[in-house]
């Protein structure tokens, strides 16, 4: 089926680690992107790339670090840095001349 | 620069009367606009989207959003709501040009129906 996979689904992390969420699309997208969300913040922007080896800093992108070494794959890692990473997690995908995005299912991060 | 207010963080309406989901937007042009929808612990879906081709737009599952300039709106309707319309709703406008356009969604509309 086409369309894109987040893993895991649900995670949780001590305090201090650094954790990678998965995103992976069938779609031939060329643009990827991570958001995040908070109750009543809506989406906010962490990282997108627009093409392989290559990604531009979002609203948010203090804490956070991504890689595109392939179209399909976009990881991102939430590092120690990062102070506040309890949050839900969603990768999408889409055209931007569009604007249309397309979602994965997201990840729920928690720290405990 | 673009953005958009959603005026009502929490809607609740009984099940199949009309729902009204208010969003206004700020822009030095007339932008694109989208609704997206998302239900609990899933990705969001792409409800409807103008695109200056028609003012009134019709979207998936009997939703509506209709562009008014004057009033720089554009708020989502449907005229008999459903359980499964239960979900939170954003108003989103791109921002941005080309290859680096993005999306800039509103803080998002939790609709409640009721049975």
């Known amino acids: 089926d086409g369309g894109i996979t987040q893993s895991p689904k649900y995670l949780f992390r001590k305090e201090g680690q650094n954790v990678t969420l998965s995103c992976e699309q069938n779609?031939?997208?060329?643009?990827m992107y991570w958001y995040r969300q908070d109750p009543g913040q809506g989406l906010r922007l962490i990282y997108y790339?627009?093409?392989?080896?290559?990604?531009q800093k979002g609203d948010i992108a203090e804490g956070y670090s991504v890689s595109r070494e392939k179209k399909e794959s976009f990881p991102l890692t939430v590092t120690s840095a990062q102070k506040n990473p309890t949050a839900f997690y969603l990768c999408?995908?889409?055209?931007?001349?569009?604007?249309?995005?397309?979602f994965g299912e997201g990840s729920r991060l928690t720290v405990l | 620069a673009q953005s958009v207010t959603q005026l009502d963080s929490h809607v609740s309406v009984s099940e199949g009367t009309p729902v009204l989901l208010r969003c206004n937007y700020s822009?030095?042009?007339?932008?694109?606009l989208f609704w997206y929808v998302q239900h609990p612990n899933k990705g969001l879906q792409l409800l409807l989207k103008?695109?200056?081709?028609?003012?009134l737009v019709k979207g998936i599952n009997g939703f509506e959003a209709e562009f008014k300039k004057s009033e720089t709106s554009f708020h989502l309707t449907k005229p008999s709501a459903h359980m499964s319309d239960a979900a939170e709703y954003f108003c989103?406008?791109?921002?941005?040009?080309?290859?680096?356009?993005?999306?800039?969604f509103g803080s998002g509309t939790q609709l409640t129906v009721l049975p």
């Open positions: 989103v406008v791109p921002k941005g040009s080309g290859s680096a356009r993005q999306l800039t």
């Open positions: 822009s030095s042009y007339s932008p694109s």
């Open positions: 779609l031939n997208h060329d643009a």
């Open positions: 999408a995908t889409g055209t931007p001349n569009t604007g249309e995005l397309f």
């Open positions: 103008y695109t200056s081709a028609a003012t």
């Open positions: 790339s627009q093409i392989v080896n290559d990604f």
